[in-house]
């Protein structure tokens, strides 16, 4: 079978049988619930506060979102991969903290900068992926050590909080076109890219090693390099993600990164991808990552302690997880029945 | 029976290279500083390695089972608040107080065992979960700022001395000896090593699996508790982060200690010589003018050193 034959299976092949119900909910399953989650959500929003189902809102909701939603991505492709990416919180801190320390006054200082960030973005995850595929270590240690030297560097460049952002670069996020905000376009591009991707040759690669490395590597698929490519893809969307939240806060943090891992990854698990790999895609982890974002709304909308957040947050992700392990045993039982 | 533990001490390089790593840096430390090698500082050194080496002691039993606890920081940080709230500066309340906070600690790590192996959660995602439920828990709790001090008692269990020797080393040798006997000599500690090493073999050998991995996670959850309120007694209070450097000192002690990242080998004395070896680096990074910036970096290399050497000379079939 070629690497870029559409439509690798996801689960062993079940030929000449019609799809029962039962297999067309467990399809629909995966990426219908954090889309129910979400309007439900959204519902309870809007009858707490006014002015919910405006464009203006929508702006507000995507800028509080993007940061998670790009780290998220990368973390997305990752896990189709079967792996896991905890450096990103270290790759994300580091990120800011030399943009807070390097950006100056702006102008091609700047701009040489932020290529550079991009590049160590991109090169901090390929690390991650030769160690994992050609030293064939664990995909949590391996990221679990990296993220530890990239928190070292971050503290390292900027010791506490703080640093400057230019004016320049922050002012960009604030232009819109027709009423919609850059970062909602930026949602918008990126779902964008993610309808072309899958498609890609790289991108079905991904998740025929998601669903059996063996199978894929026995079918021709390069599958060391395609590990390479996935945590440096996770890798440059941690520093992309680095480059919009600086928007937000203005300064560089060497700890700020540290929110991002878990949240990323409940992100990604709530809207519907495997742990296991190979199943799930970036539409769910949208719904995931506004889902997280709305819980933290909600319950300011409601006044309770923001620290209630992660307890949500933690607990909606373990539930997650037993809900795709449930769904992926029975996909399993019915494979092979 | 004492050939047993030599015999596994001794065919184990790692954690005699382990030993000897530890001694050299000791000896290099000293030879740059004067006062490293100082019977006050070699105490000092003792007891800021047992804080690493208690927690490592749970770690370890959960990573020689194939697992992993990421939720210590804040199992760690909420026993040291806890204690320090219901002592709330006296010691009267300690005979009660501790022993909940170690039971708390367990009920977290029952939670952890129970989420990973009844309902199938991966390690990474319920213990990281539990860590991030812990903080939000604590922070509501504790409304951000918890205060009171830590009772004299458990001061001086962190900070007293018997004869030359520190209270915090016996009770951390003594814990030593218990996790040696545990590991060599009992049927749980066989267990421990089977489950590590093929959890299919195990299972089909008759070893309750689920019970085993639940009881690592119980341990875990007991010595990270256990550590938190030793630590309050050094600090003398509790506060909000202080778990935070655990996460990764735990499991790159347990790595430098010899045990094999994916379970099945290694021995609590090899994690011993990783804490000594930690706290030797952190103390030697001031003397060459470095920060905890650096430190963080050699923690993440050193777990990336040691993993990838355990694991190349016989290279692990597919087993992501």
Do not use: K
Request: aromatic share 8%; with cysteine.
């Amino acid at each position: 079978m070629e690497a870029e034959a559409p439509g690798v299976p996801q689960q062993p092949v079940v030929l000449a049988r019609r799809r029962s119900a039962g297999e067309v909910a467990l399809r629909v399953a995966p990426i219908g619930i954090p889309y129910l989650i979400l309007i439900v959500l959204v519902a309870i929003y809007g009858s707490l506060q006014e002015g919910v189902f405006s464009r203006e809102e929508l702006n507000i909701q995507t800028a509080a979102t993007l940061t998670l939603l790009l780290v998220a991505a990368g973390q997305t492709i990752v896990i189709l991969l079967g792996g896991i990416d905890l450096s990103v919180g270290g790759i994300l801190s580091f990120s800011t903290a030399l943009a807070a320390t390097r950006f100056g006054e702006g102008g091609s200082t700047m701009a040489v900068w932020i290529a550079l960030l991009v590049l160590i973005g991109l090169g901090a995850g390929a690390v991650n992926g030769f160690l994992i595929a050609h030293l064939r270590l664990q995909p949590f240690i391996v990221t679990l050590a990296t993220w530890s030297i990239w928190s070292g560097a971050a503290f390292w460049v900027l010791p506490t909080e703080g640093g400057i952002v230019p004016e320049s670069y922050v002012g960009a996020v604030n232009n819109a076109w027709v009423g919609l905000s850059v970062s909602t376009w930026l949602v918008i591009v990126l779902i964008g890219l993610w309808v072309w991707f899958r498609r890609t040759r790289l991108g079905v690669s991904i998740r025929a090693v998601g669903s059996s490395e063996t199978a894929a590597y026995l079918s021709g698929v390069p599958t060391a390099r395609v590990t390479i490519a996935a945590y440096a893809l996770s890798g440059l969307f941690a520093a992309l993600a680095a480059l919009f939240l600086i928007t937000q806060t203005a300064s560089g943090s060497p700890t700020v990164g540290n929110d991002f891992i878990l949240n990323s990854v409940a992100a990604v698990v709530i809207g519907g991808t495997s742990l296991f790999g190979g199943r799930g895609g970036l539409g769910g982890t949208v719904a995931g990552a506004f889902i997280l974002t709305l819980i933290a709304s909600v319950i300011f909308v409601l006044s309770i302690s923001s620290f209630y957040a992660p307890i949500v947050t933690g607990g909606l992700l373990i539930l997650a997880v037993l809900a795709n392990s449930i769904t992926d045993l029975v996909a399993r039982r019915r494979a092979y029945r | 029976m004492r050939s047993e533990l030599l015999r596994r001490v001794l065919s184990n390089r790692p954690i005699l290279l382990a030993y000897a790593g530890a001694l050299g840096l000791f000896l290099t430390t000293s030879a740059f500083s004067t006062g490293f090698a100082s019977e006050n500082n070699v105490r000092l050194l003792l007891v800021q390695a047992s804080f690493i080496g208690i927690v490592a002691l749970g770690q370890g039993f959960v990573i020689l089972a194939g697992g992993i606890d990421l939720s210590v920081p804040w199992t760690l940080n909420g026993a040291a608040i806890l204690l320090t709230l219901f002592a709330n500066g006296s010691n009267a309340p300690l005979a009660w107080a501790i022993p909940l906070v170690l039971a708390l600690g367990a009920l977290v790590g029952l939670a952890n065992g129970l989420g990973i192996s009844v309902l199938g959660v991966n390690p990474i995602v319920m213990t990281l979960g539990m860590n991030v439920i812990l903080a939000g828990g604590l922070l509501v709790y504790t409304n951000g700022s918890p205060t009171a001090a830590a009772p004299s008692h458990v001061e001086y269990l962190a900070t007293g001395r018997l004869g030359p020797v520190p209270v915090n080393t016996l009770v951390w040798a003594a814990l030593a000896a218990l996790a040696t006997i545990v590991l060599t000599w009992t049927i749980f500690g066989r267990q421990l090593y089977a489950l590590g090493t093929n959890r299919t073999v195990a299972l089909f050998s008759g070893i309750a699996v689920g019970r085993v991995t639940v009881i690592t996670y119980v341990i875990c959850g007991i010595t990270a508790a256990f550590a938190g309120i030793l630590l309050t007694g050094y600090t003398g209070q509790a506060y909000l982060g202080m778990g935070d450097p655990f996460l990764f000192s735990s499991v790159a002690a347990v790595a430098i200690g010899g045990a094999s990242i994916l379970g099945g080998s290694g021995h609590y004395l090899g994690t011993v010589a990783g804490a000594l070896i930690l706290t030797v680096l952190a103390g030697l990074l001031p003397i060459l003018n470095l920060n905890t910036a650096a430190l963080q970096i050699i923690y993440g290399l050193v777990i990336l050193g040691t993993v990838a050497l355990a694991t190349l000379p016989g290279r692990q079939a597919v087993t992501r």
